[in-house]
C-alpha cells in the first residue's frame, strides 16, 4: 500500500513544468532558431549549385556555360575539409552525396542525349525542307487582244529552295536564282 501512496506522489510532480528563467528560454529558442537558418542557408546553397546545373547545361550564353561548369565542378569534388564543399552541404543536411551526385551525373548523360536527338531532328526537318519543292504563283506576260488588255494569267510553277547558305547568299546578292529562270521560260 504504502509503493501506491509514493506512486500517486509522484505522478502530479511528473506534470509540472520546469522552472525556467525567461533568458534560459530565449536563449534556447534563439539556437533552434539559429541552426534552423544555417539549414535553410546550406539548402540554398545546394539548390542553387543544383540549379545552375539543371538550367544551364544547354546555355548558349557565356555566363551560362560558366555557371554549368562551376556547378558541375563543385558537385564533382570530393572533398571534406572545406566547410561548404558539396559532401559536406549534403550531409548536414543529411542527404547522401554520392547517391545525388550519381542521379546528377545520370541525368546529365539523358539531357545530353535529348539535347542531340533534338538537334539531329532539327537538322533532318531542316533538310527535308530545303529539298521539297515549293508552289509559288509566277504572273504569265499581258496579251494583247481586240486591243484590249487581258489581265495577266497567274501559273503554278514548282520551284526548288537553295540547298545552301552559300546559294542563299549569292540568290541575295543578285545572282541569277531559280524564280527568274522559271519566270523566264514561262515568258517564253
Known sequence: MQEKETLDEKLPGLFEPDTLLPIQYFEAMRRKHLLEGEKRLVLSVLEDAVECFMKCIDSSTNKGQRLFRDAEEWINLEDKKWVFSFDNVCEMLDVNPEYLRRGLREWK????DAIERARVARAEQAALAASQPVIEDVIA??????????????????????????SRSLHRKGAPSDRRATLRKARA
Not at 548523360?109 to 545530353?112: D, Y
Not at 499581258?142 to 494569267?153: G, L
Request: aromatic fraction near 0%; charge should be positive; proline fraction near 10%.
Open 109 to 112: 548523360v539523358r539531357k545530353l
Open 141 to 166: 506576260p499581258q496579251s494583247v487582244v481586240n486591243a484590249e488588255v487581258e489581265k495577266p494569267a497567274v501559273t503554278k510553277v514548282a520551284v526548288t529552295k537553295p540547298a545552301t547558305s552559300a
